[in-house]
């Protein structure tokens, strides 16, 4: 791993220089890849909740990336047609506990006289939870391109599932044997709120992780995004006193302006992951593993899965 | 592991009840752990930090244990020296970067002219580092306490170290075949800001980690201690706008009012922690990576080390 790893540093840097110039920090292979192993991510999959802004005024924007197709796909064509319908608009930001999630959607939910009406959505059984959230990688008899490529995956196992990788560009969960892949929970991961089984959640309540990866909430939970964008915005927000974080008063709630689908919103910038098919991810990845840059004395030899964020910018220029 | 757990867990339960009792939530196990099992933490490990108040002029206090012997010996004498001196009262909060780490110490301490005089502190070299903060555990040619239990290792191995557990309360790294442990940085871990190597920092510079687990910095940064109450005052800081989270004016820094040892600070509570070598502790652990309580569908078979926070409590009565 090592030796390849030096092999691929020697061709980028000039021979001269080869031994003298530091390793790259995984910030530094980023910012180095190619604009060819950056892939566009289309505003019809962001989803832009936009906050009231804060006590100086200021906006309060909190940008989401919908997770593709075939991954829970139920709850993210809620979420559309949520979106669409302006649902959450004047709802609000109703619990934030520390180390874990912030959620948002209508503080009267459970009361049956004032919660707001829906919009007709699919509704989702027990029944059905892991065929929509763990996905066989079989077209044709043949692996699909959403295998995870081998050498991404992580120098040590996963304390969570039999291997961990990345896939579309999304932190997966899988087990060769079955070919099965469901994505997983990482900072930033937004996911379907829900009561006890057999209940799944619409995707009218929604949270984002806002502390150490709740691993074990994987595929007990539908994953629908991740934010890319102003997750300060939720991860400061006061926590509330009640159990689970909830707030104990409306006025402790942040209001939810507006949640709207990219596509709908005037003037949003275009964004970018870093292909996780890609050499630079690859190398990213490895270096996430093997801190070679100055800073560090003792590589760890190794990476959690959600200690490798995927890369999202900006599209330059 | 499942069948020895149902034993345990119908020992607890009616025999009428044992069939139609859910299983316990980890919470639940750890609310029914007896007095015994719990482990009172000398106020002389404690390091008490007073922010400013905040807008609404309510107090910030959070509560730090430092970890105990042979852990980071050097660093914990110099942090205690500095807490004695005073030396922090009137420094500042100077970096809050997202998913990582608040910061805290002297903001002038890069300008010779500036900053703060020191006390009198023990200097760690790099090549001491190792040793100060990775321990052999050996004593007399035989295995002390501080080696982990193996039942409590986690199901799955980790991905930082070739195997992890818990010692004297603390989440920790481990090599069996050298018998050396050292402790690992999880959500809430404090530590020893430092420049490039060989620089291995005094301890003025502390950080507290306020996102996903960056275990890549073990063995690379001393560990010293744990936020046991009120890290909310430091993970909702507003995050800093210059590189890796620094603030970019003075006015935006939190001032620290002071920081005292706890055997200083008159009316502090006491304060517990779940001995790790306690039969609710391996319980607790076991419940943590096999959620068999009602609200979940599908138990993940394994848990991070980081996902496995020792309970502190403040003592009952």
Same mark, same amino acid.
């Given at each position: 791993?090592?030796?390849?790893?030096?092999?691929?540093?020697?061709?980028?840097?000039?021979?001269?220089?080869?031994?003298?110039?530091?390793?790259?920090?995984?910030?530094?292979?980023?910012?180095?890849?190619?604009?060819?192993?950056?892939?566009?991510?289309?505003?019809?999959?962001?989803?832009?909740?936009?906050?009231?802004?804060?006590?100086?005024?200021?906006?309060?924007?909190?940008?989401?990336?919908?997770?593709?197709?075939?991954?829970?796909?139920?709850?993210?064509?809620?979420?559309?047609?949520?979106?669409?319908?302006?649902?959450?608009?004047?709802?609000?930001?109703?619990?934030?506990?520390?180390?874990?999630?912030?959620?948002?959607?209508?503080?009267?939910?459970?009361?049956?006289?004032?919660?707001?009406?829906?919009?007709?959505?699919?509704?989702?059984?027990?029944?059905?939870?892991?065929?929509?959230?763990?996905?066989?990688?079989?077209?044709?008899?043949?692996?699909?391109?959403?295998?995870?490529?081998?050498?991404?995956?992580?120098?040590?196992?996963?304390?969570?599932?039999?291997?961990?990788?990345?896939?579309?560009?999304?932190?997966?969960?899988?087990?060769?044997?079955?070919?099965?892949?469901?994505?997983?929970?990482?900072?930033?991961?937004?996911?379907?709120?829900?009561?006890?089984?057999?209940?799944?959640?619409?995707?009218?309540?929604?949270?984002?992780? #806002?502390?150490? /990866?709740?691993?074990?909430?994987?595929? @007990? =939970?539908? $994953?629908?995004? %991740?934010?890319?964008? +102003?997750?300060?915005?939720?991860?400061?927000?006061?926590?509330?006193?009640?159990?689970?974080?909830?707030?104990?008063?409306?006025?402790?709630?942040?209001?939810?302006?507006?949640?709207?689908?990219?596509?709908?919103?005037?003037?949003?910038?275009?964004?970018?992951?870093?292909?996780?098919?890609?050499?630079?991810?690859?190398?990213?990845?490895?270096?996430?593993?093997?801190?070679?840059?100055?800073?560090? #004395?003792?590589? /760890?030899?190794?990476?959690?899965?959600? @200690? =490798?964020? $995927?890369?999202? %910018?900006?599209?330059? +220029?």
């Amino acid at each position: 791993m090592k030796a390849k790893f030096l092999i691929a540093a020697a061709l980028l840097a000039a021979p001269a220089l080869a031994e003298e110039t530091p390793a790259p920090s995984p910030g530094e292979i980023v910012a180095a890849a190619p604009a060819g192993d950056w892939v566009p991510i289309d505003h019809q999959d962001l989803l832009v909740m936009d906050l009231a802004p804060d006590r100086e005024s200021r906006p309060r924007r909190v940008v989401i990336q919908l997770i593709p197709a075939p991954f829970s796909e139920a709850w993210t064509a809620n979420i559309r047609t949520l979106a669409r319908a302006r649902w959450w608009d004047g709802l609000a930001i109703v619990r934030a506990q520390d180390n874990y999630v912030v959620q948002w959607g209508d503080p009267d939910a459970e009361d049956k006289a004032k919660a707001k009406p829906l919009p007709p959505l699919v509704t989702t059984k027990e029944s059905e939870y892991l065929a929509q959230t763990e996905q066989v990688m079989m077209v044709d008899g043949q692996a699909s391109g959403m295998i995870p490529r081998p050498e991404v995956t992580l120098a040590r196992s996963d304390p969570y599932a039999p291997s961990a990788g990345f896939a579309l560009g999304w932190p997966i969960g899988f087990r060769w044997q079955s070919r099965a892949i469901w994505p997983v929970h990482c900072y930033g991961t937004v996911g379907v709120g829900r009561g006890m089984p057999p209940d799944a959640g619409s995707g009218a309540e929604l949270y984002a992780v #806002i502390g150490h /990866a709740p691993r074990h909430l994987d595929r @007990n =939970i539908a $994953v629908v995004g %991740r934010v890319i964008e +102003g997750i300060e915005h939720l991860s400061t927000l006061p926590r509330g006193s009640e159990a689970l974080g909830f707030y104990k008063t409306p006025e402790e709630r942040t209001p939810i302006a507006a949640i709207r689908l990219g596509s709908e919103v005037r003037g949003l910038p275009a964004y970018q992951y870093l292909s996780t098919e890609s050499a630079s991810f690859a190398r990213y990845a490895d270096a996430r593993a093997n801190r070679r840059d100055p800073f560090f #004395i003792v590589p /760890a030899g190794g990476a959690d899965i959600c @200690n =490798i964020p $995927v890369p999202v %910018r900006r599209a330059p +220029g």
